[in-house]
């Protein structure tokens, strides 16, 4: 069963190209959440370095956007990023060196973590971007 599903209603930004991220990153963290329960080690491990580099990715297209419009709420937005970004950082080298393992409570702690930032965090500059003209 998937641990997370995108719906419009929930997750929608009202930005395109960040609603795009944002699904792939769920289909990620999914496949990762499979992995993990499957007890696949190698694949929790390809997996787990493409996610991480997808939400990279995503927070650099959204501080990018931010900052290029003068988005008065970035650096509040971009310090949490940062945070998540060092954990999963730590949780990857220690994984790859055979000190950490990827569990359920990793995934569950991502989905908390989207479940709460996206509709809380990223929600707030969909009309201040909107104004803006981007969609
Ligand atoms: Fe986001
Ligand atoms: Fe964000």
Redesign the pocket.
């Known amino acids: 069963m998937a641990l997370i599903t995108w719906t419009a209603e929930e997750f929608g930004t009202n930005i395109s190209v960040a609603d795009e991220q944002h699904q792939n990153i769920f289909s990620l963290l999914n496949q990762l959440d499979d992995a993990v329960k499957s007890g696949d080690r190698s694949a929790t491990g390809s997996i787990l370095d493409e996610l991480i580099n997808v939400v990279v990715d995503h927070?650099k297209t959204?501080e990018d956007l931010m900052q290029q419009h003068g988005y008065p709420n970035f650096a509040a937005?971009k310090d949490?990023?940062d945070k998540l970004v060092a954990t999963c950082a730590d949780l990857q080298k220690k994984f790859h060196a055979g000190e950490a393992e990827v569990t359920p409570e990793t995934t569950q702690f991502v989905k908390d973590w989207l479940v709460n930032?996206?509709p809380k965090?990223?929600f707030d500059y969909g009309p201040f971007l909107n104004d803006k003209g981007v969609n």
């Open positions: 927070f959204e937005h949490a990023h930032h996206i965090i990223d």
